[in-house]
């Protein structure tokens, strides 16, 4: 399972709407949002709205599997 986490915090709220209206799985972890998927999780920054600042922080919580691309237009994670 891939998985991402990012802070329960405001700036991150878009994000975690977006992962789940895609049907990624959303759950609590603390003071985290865990983010998973059952094979790739794929977010698009235009579809989250984040400005670059907050897009590129998005894996400072960490994340489980292999980050295939992180750049001005898309993260990916896979399976490890």
Same mark, same amino acid.
Do not use: K, N
């Given at each position: 399972?891939?998985?991402? #986490? @990012?802070?329960?915090?405001? &700036?991150?709220? =878009?994000?975690? +709407?977006? /992962?789940?209206?895609?049907? #990624?799985?959303? +759950?609590?972890?603390?003071? #985290? *949002?865990?983010?998973? /998927? =059952? ?5 698009? +920054?235009?579809? @989250?709205? /984040?400005?670059?600042? *907050?897009?590129?922080? /998005? ?9 295939? +691309?992180? %750049? &001005? %237009? &898309?993260?990916?994670? %896979? &399976?490890?």
């Amino acid at each position: 399972m891939t998985t991402l #986490y @990012v802070l329960d915090i405001p &700036e991150f709220a =878009d994000l975690v +709407r977006v /992962a789940r209206d895609t049907g #990624y799985h959303i +759950r609590s972890a603390g003071d #985290y *949002v865990q983010v998973s /998927a =059952d094979g790739p999780l794929v977010l698009g +920054r235009h579809e @989250v709205g /984040a400005r670059p600042a *907050v897009w590129f922080a /998005a894996l400072t919580g960490g994340f489980s599997g292999r980050l295939v +691309r992180l %750049d &001005e %237009d &898309e993260l990916c994670l %896979d &399976e490890g």
